[in-house]
């Protein structure tokens, strides 16, 4: 900016530059400026957004936004109450509630949102403007600025109605979402997708279990159904790299949706889902993983999806988002970090963020990642796993509880995902070797199988536990 320019200085320095009003920008913005901060909060677009994911908010993800003091942003939306899950395999049903609070006084079960993700999103970021020593500045972020001498990062470059402006503070927090144009340079990961979600709004359909999200399991990848509005529903099907019936001799993904998924619904769903089909407006988002990584880079944090992503089937994006928030305006706080220009602290606060989130975030994403394997299952071994992971849910209690409350956010010790994790594969090794014993002769393929079942599982598993060990 030019020093004659008319504009303020003041206007264009604060203690922290948020690049990005989504989901993790505005929350961080509010919870820092409320601590006394002052923030920038730069979006290229303060219009309203469309998207198809980013519209399911675990009962862990609505607990964060309590303690942030955002849940008003939940009212006025149309938003609709979660109580948990229905699971449909192959015509079968299991219904899966959210468990029991233990902590609350009357043990109600706790319950999540679902909503339409822009309407959401506008929200937070009128609670942003609200919020003392916030400024939201709509400006599209083009650079990073940085001290050519020590590597500091200052601030950013951005354009602002065709004019360049600058914006410097002592830390700046890039949470610029999934198509992050600054992870190649200041992230440490790069993101890795094999699938795609294509959605479509459902009008009045009529679901087989209401305020529960549906899973639907069948020969091909997973379609997840859920209300978004007291009339909308969102239908996300997933379509994996180079899927035959996906294929532009085969009709394309509408030719995939008409002929292959329409079917597997259940029959209710089917008008519904036929007209949205024939009405159009199909969308894509790309189905990502991107492991976390310890932020090194003085002056600047990467964060949000930029930083960290994991398979959307679980709905558990937002809730590592706002529980990230609260962990991290608490390692940042003036109380705890009274100068933020203080790098090394900074960087060593980062580092703590880095481990400690691990209890929450470790578990939703290799839950995400290992129950997609599971659910899209493309071989013997994970259609076994598959079958075992619907029969372990049919013996309920436990078995439900469990995986529901690591799902919800509401369970933070991956220990228990290891162990519910494993025990599925036990039991489908079990079914396997059942399945033989009326015919003896049959065991010891059968067991061969279920080693094969096992060993599987441990593929699965334990690159994405040894993910979230890297630094």
């Known amino acids: 900016m030019d020093k004659d320019d008319p504009r303020s200085l003041c206007d264009h320095e604060a203690d922290v530059v948020v690049v990005g009003a989504g989901i993790f920008g505005c929350a961080v913005a509010v919870a820092l400026g409320k601590q006394g901060r ?10 309203e957004p469309e998207r198809i994911v980013g519209e399911l908010l675990q009962p862990g993800g609505v607990a964060a936004l ?50 339409h993700h822009g309407r959401f999103i506008q929200r937070l970021r009128q609670a942003a403007m609200r919020t003392p020593n916030v400024r939201v500045v709509e400006t599209t972020v083009t650079e ?10 200052l601030g950013v470059e951005s354009q602002t109605r065709g004019s ?23 992230g440490r990961h790069r993101p890795v997708s094999r699938s795609r979600f294509w959605g479509l709004e459902l009008i009045d359909a009529e679901l087989p279990s209401p305020e529960h999200g549906h899973v639907i399991l069948g020969d091909g990848a997973p379609v997840l159904l859920y209300q978004i509005g007291t009339r909308e529903t969102r239908a996300l099907i997933d379509v994996p790299e180079g899927l035959p019936s996906a294929a532009a001799e085969n009709g394309g993904v509408k030719g995939h949706l008409s002929k292959t998924v329409l079917p597997s619904l259940p029959e209710r769903v089917r008008p519904a889902f036929s007209a949205a089909i024939a009405r159009g407006g199909l969308r894509s988002m790309p189905n990502s993983f991107l492991p976390p990584s310890t932020n090194r880079t003085p002056g600047l944090v990467l964060l949000g999806d930029a930083m960290n992503m994991r398979h959307p089937l679980t709905g558990g994006g937002m809730t590592v988002a706002f529980n990230d928030v609260v962990l991290l305006s608490a390692l940042l706080s003036p109380a705890t970090l009274p100068r933020l220009d203080d790098t090394d602290a900074v960087l060593r606060q980062m580092s703590t963020f880095h481990w400690r989130r691990k209890s929450l975030t470790s578990v939703i994403n290799i839950l995400a990642q290992a129950l997609y394997s599971l659910f899209a299952a493309s071989d013997p071994q994970l259609r076994a796993l598959q079958l075992g992971c619907f029969r372990y849910f049919q013996l309920g209690g436990s078995c439900i509880d469990g995986p529901v409350g690591l799902l919800a956010g509401i369970i933070r010790q991956p220990l228990v995902l290891f162990y519910h994790f494993f025990a599925v594969a036990l039991l489908s090794m079990w079914l396997l070797l059942a399945a033989c014993l009326p015919s003896p002769w049959r065991l010891p393929l059968a067991a061969l199988r279920s080693v094969a079942v096992f060993w599987k599982a441990c593929v699965v598993l334990f690159p994405f536990i040894f993910s979230e060990l890297r630094v």
């Open 144 to 153: 990073i600025v940085k001290n050519s001498w020590t590597g500091q990062v």
């Open 66 to 115: 309590e303690k942030l003091g955002l849940r008003d942003c939940l009212e006025d939306i149309d938003a609709i109450t979660v109580r948990g899950y229905e699971v449909i395999y192959h015509g079968q049903t299991v219904n899966i509630p959210y468990p029991h609070d233990a902590t609350s006084a009357d043990g109600a079960r706790p319950e999540g949102r679902s909503f």
């Open 164 to 186: 360049k402006d600058f914006y410097f503070a002592h830390l700046t927090i890039v949470a610029d979402g999934y198509a992050s144009k600054f992870r190649k340079d200041y």
């Open 38 to 47: 002052s923030v920038l909060l730069l979006e290229k677009s303060l219009k």
